[in-house]
């Protein structure tokens, strides 16, 4: 039985993360640390209010065994490039460095279909930037996910991601690695990468992550 931390837990693939590690009887305890608390409870559940770029707010935690980061933003809702860039890239090295020196062995993160540090997109570039960053950590295990387009319920209203995501499921036989990625998919591929922990640096394409089955 292990002990997980999460980032990103408020998230739509961070929270059906959360759902299925609590439900998970091969993890005992649950870290859930991020900027604010959640409205949630469970007898494995510890929620903790930390500041990604203040390391020493991570130091009273329960030992990881595993980490899970599921932090990311929009370029819209970020409003810069110097925005995202904090929280795609530095927030989630931090949150990485910060298991790392607590014990962590494993360590999974959320990327991006197509992430690659030489791209001229900024947005893909920056998720292949993290992804080689996190990478060289020394983690014995690393899962890098790159979904396509995520399929789930978010709490907030996104127009034209819905509209979008409407046409992406009619079309999904036709759209090969592009087909949405379900976030309950996404979650237990993250859940049992993690139970397995095969060694060395991995990622896991959209194809791979959509055949998983939730717990």
């Not at 960053?133 to 396509?148: I, N, T």
């Not at 999904?172 to 060395?200: F, H, N, Q, W």
């Not at 791979?208 to 717990?215: H, K, L, N, S, Y």
Request: proline residues 7%; charged residues 20%; aromatic residues 6%.
């Amino acid at each position: 039985m292990a002990t997980a931390w999460l980032a990103g837990g408020s998230g739509l693939v961070g929270g059906a993360l959360l759902r299925q590690l609590l439900e998970d009887d091969g993890f005992r305890c649950v870290v859930s640390a991020g900027r604010r608390m959640l409205p949630l409870q469970h007898p494995k559940l510890i929620q903790a209010l930390v500041q990604f770029s203040e390391p020493g707010t991570f130091a009273p935690l329960p030992p990881p065994d595993v980490a899970f980061c599921c932090l990311g933003t929009t370029m819209k809702r970020a409003g810069s490039r110097d925005a995202f860039r904090a929280v795609d890239h530095d927030a989630v090295l931090a949150f990485a460095q910060a298991a790392r020196r607590s014990g962590a062995r494993a360590f999974l993160h959320v990327s991006s279909l197509g992430a690659d540090p030489r791209s001229r997109n900024f947005y893909l570039a920056v998720k292949g930037e993290t992804e080689a960053a996190v990478a060289r950590l020394g983690f014995g295990s690393v899962h890098a996910f790159r979904p396509s387009l995520l399929d789930g319920r978010r709490e907030e209203a996104r127009p034209g991601e819905r509209v979008g995501l409407a046409v992406a499921r009619l079309l999904a036989p036709l759209l090969g690695k592009y087909r949405p990625t379900p976030v309950e998919a996404l979650a237990a591929a993250m859940v049992a990468s993690a139970r397995a922990a095969a060694p060395g640096v991995h990622v896991l394409e959209s194809r791979a992550i959509a055949t998983a089955e939730p717990r």
